[in-house]
C-alpha cells in the first residue's frame, strides 16, 4: 500500500511540535479521536471546531492555516451595516 505525503499536515505537525503541542493534544482537547483531528489537518474531513482549534494551537487562523477551505476576503460578500 502507498503512502503519499501531505505537505500541509506535515507542516501542521511540524508547527504545533514547535509549540510544545500534537495532532493527539489538540484531539484530547476538544475531546475527539485523534484520528480525526488527523483527517480534518489532511483535507479529508472538515471540521471548523478542529480547524479553528489546530490553528489556534499554532498561532494564525483557520483561513491562514487552510487557505484552500475559505475564500479570499475579496471573494466573500460584504456584510451590509
Do not use: C
Not at 484531539?27 to 490553528?55: H, M, N, P, W
Not at 484552500?68 to 466573500?76: F, I, M, Q
Amino acid at each position: 500500500m502507498s503512502h503519499t505525503v501531505n505537505p500541509a499536515h506535515e507542516r501542521l505537525k511540524m508547527e504545533l511540535r514547535l509549540r510544545g503541542r500534537s495532532i493527539a493534544s489538540v484531539a484530547r482537547e476538544l475531546e475527539v479521536l485523534r484520528s480525526t483531528v488527523t483527517l480534518v489537518s489532511q483535507g479529508l474531513r472538515r471540521s471548523s471546531k478542529i480547524e479553528k482549534a489546530l490553528a489556534d494551537a499554532v498561532g494564525t487562523t483557520p483561513a491562514e492555516l487552510f487557505p484552500d477551505r475559505y475564500p479570499a476576503e475579496e471573494d466573500r460578500p460584504t456584510e451590509q451595516t
